[in-house]
């Protein structure tokens, strides 16, 4: 079984620039979650959809984030513009049902 | 809001040795709690998801146990070994379908 897939790893840029992240769940997975890994921290929920509806979104800073799960398989998470406290690990994780999440690789976003 | 808490931070011990990860969490009002490893550059394994309704589960040389009522989990590892060295997070899932994580604790096995 193929897991959680997401790209790229590494990625850097300057303030105010823009940058997308993508991420393939596992098949079949409904659930794909956005996390935000600050380091020395634990993952931050953004965003959390069921098949392409989102369930919560309330942690995630809209007037310069976005994403979108257009067909209810793979997703993108937008920055716009980008912050120098925007530095961390992105990371998307997948479930089926039984809660259990499986993460991906997760992007490491470099803001300078 | 729901706050996790790990304690300690940072943990090294000798291979072989018997030892205890702790995790406490402020509302009791959880569906489940979930331990995970962390690999340095590396996403999040998923190790034991407890239910809320159940006390403990076990995976080979892990158990871990939930008291609800008093907001703590502990990860039990047998035996460490090197390869057990790693960052290990527990998360908890709120009434509010919100998983929300601990910071971690930093665990080095010494060969």
Known sequence: ?112 | KQEVTQIPAALSVPEGENLVLNCSFTDSAIYNLQWFRQDPGKGLTSLLLIQSSQREQTSGRLNASLDKSSGRSTLYIAASQPGDSATYLCAVKGAGNQFYFGTGTSLTVIP
């Open chain 1, 1 to 112: 079984e193929a897991g959680v897939a997401q790209s790229p790893r590494y990625k850097i840029i300057e303030k105010r620039q823009s940058v997308a992240f993508w991420c393939n769940p596992i098949s079949g997975h409904a659930t794909l979650y956005w996390y935000q890994q600050i380091l020395g921290q634990g993952p931050k929920l953004l965003i959390q959809f069921q098949n392409n509806g989102v369930v919560d979104d309330s942690q995630l800073p809209k007037d310069r984030f976005s994403a979108e799960r257009l067909k209810g398989v793979d997703s993108t998470l937008k920055i716009q513009p980008a912050k120098l406290e925007d530095s961390a690990v992105y990371l998307c994780a997948s479930s089926f049902s039984t809660d259990t999440q499986y993460f991906g690789p997760g992007t490491r976003l470099t803001v300078l």
